[in-house]
Each structure stands twice: as structure tokens, then as C-alpha cells.
Nanobody
């Protein structure tokens, strides 16, 4: 089992940047595929980005492609989401999630595939 804790959210102006971090407990972090999802008020939770166990495969939602970058540091048990050129429509609670069944170079956008979730961190993009 793994416990996840997000940090790095906050208020930023349009066009600005933020880096979210997700710290995981336990000694088996490298065996999990990781992902970021987000949920805006009144909307369903949606996929943002994912990274494979190996770190060699990534996937992004079309709405963030070219602006967001997902990465992982297994030595620190942490996954990151670098968010650039932020837009008001990026405002949401951002969640990280872990997939315990992931193959080495496998990523999935399916929310049901993820077994463990953090508590979320609020990102607000506003002038």
C-alpha cells in the first residue's frame, strides 16, 4: 500500500507556472505507474498526465499537451507536474494517483485503473 500527499498548489496569474509534487510513502514507489487528475467545481474528475513505472512513457490530455510535463524521481519517491502557460480553465483540485498493476512502460488514462489517491491540492488561475 502507498500513501500519497500532494503539494505546490496555489494562486497564479494567467500565463504563470506552478510545479506540483506528490510524495509517496513506502519502499515500492518504483513499482507504481503514476498519474495526475483534476476536478473543477461541478465537473467530473479528468485525466491530466501519466508516467510509467520506468519513467520512459508519458501521456497527456490534449488540453495540457505542450504546457504540462510529468516526471518522477524514484530516489525521492516523488512525482511532479510542471505546469506552464497556465489558463483560467486549469483551475481545479489536482490529485495524484498510483496504479499498482502497471507494467514497466505502461500508462493508462482510465481513472478506474488507479488504486491509491492523494487528498488533492488546489490550483487557481486568476488575475
Amino acid at each position: 500500500q502507498v500513501a500519497l500527499r500532494e503539494s505546490g498548489g496555489g494562486l497564479v496569474q494567467p500565463g504563470g507556472s506552478l510545479r506540483l509534487s506528490c510524495a509517496a510513502s513506502g519502499r515500492t514507489f518504483s513499482s507504481y505507474g503514476m498519474a495526475w487528475f483534476r476536478q473543477a467545481p461541478g465537473k467530473e474528475r479528468e485525466f491530466v498526465a501519466a508516467i510509467s513505472r520506468s519513467g520512459g512513457t508519458t501521456a497527456y490530455a490534449d488540453s495540457v499537451k505542450g504546457r504540462f510535463t510529468v516526471s518522477r524521481d524514484d530516489a525521492k519517491n516523488t512525482v511532479y507536474l510542471q505546469m506552464n502557460s497556465l489558463k483560467p480553465e486549469d483551475t481545479a483540485v489536482y490529485y495524484c494517483a498510483a496504479d499498482r498493476s502497471a507494467y514497466t512502460n505502461y500508462v493508462t488514462r482510465a481513472i478506474v485503473a488507479y488504486d491509491y489517491w492523494g487528498q488533492g491540492t488546489q490550483v487557481t488561475v486568476s488575475s
